[in-house]
């Protein structure tokens, strides 16, 4: 069995000390660090050009949106065809979702068929506000999903509909909802 030292000090103590702790400091740091991930910038040109084909109605998109806004999802399916979800969609379905510089997904998702029940799950069963906005030349209806969490602006002019949505306020969603412009 090994006897005190007894030419240790205080200085021996605090090295010791030090020894140990830098190591498991440095250890901690690494395994807590969490990088900002890179947001994957998306080319939705090609899928916007077969939209503009195919579809039966002027498919909107934003035009002069700053470059903080970054492109991450884009989908286009006629009548039928596997949607996002893989079910085949209900009428000709657009969708076109950008991360604002926020880090709030905000989206602008167009049909042309069963309007009730697409801004149902678009707006997350939300409910109208009884507000509306006029922006890019449509009359914009507020709408705030049952649990409050997500707003959406929507349009409507027969079986076809547009809704651009966010979990985010009514102010960043006309803010995008201003840049829209029909294509086609």
Do not use: H
């Not at 903080?68 to 989908?75: E, G, H, K, Y």
């Not at 651009?164 to 306020?169: I, K, L, M, S």
Request: charged letters at 25%; zero cysteines; aromatic letters at 10%.
């Amino acid at each position: 069995m090994a006897g005190r030292n007894k030419n240790a000090g205080p200085r021996d103590m605090v090295i010791s000390l030090l020894v140990l702790i830098v190591p498991i400091a440095l250890i901690y740091w690494f395994f807590t660090m969490d990088p900002e991930p890179e947001v994957e910038r998306l080319d939705y040109g090609p899928v916007l050009s077969v939209a503009e084909e195919e579809s039966p109605y002027p498919v909107l998109r934003p035009v002069n949106l700053p470059e903080d806004w970054v492109p991450v999802r884009v989908a286009w399916a006629t009548d039928g065809e596997p949607w996002i979800n893989n079910e085949p969609a209900e009428g000709n379905s657009w969708q076109l979702g950008f991360m604002a510089p926020n880090q709030i997904y905000v989206a602008v998702q167009q049909r042309d068929r069963a309007p009730v029940q697409f801004i149902g799950r678009v707006t997350r069963d939300g409910a109208a506000s009884g507000e509306s906005v006029t922006l890019a030349g449509r009359d914009w209806e507020r709408w705030v999903s049952e649990d409050g969490r997500s707003r959406s602006l929507v349009w409507r002019d027969g079986e076809l509909s547009a809704v651009v949505t966010g979990d985010t306020d009514f102010e960043q969603l006309e803010a995008f909802t201003a840049t829209l412009a029909e294509t086609g």
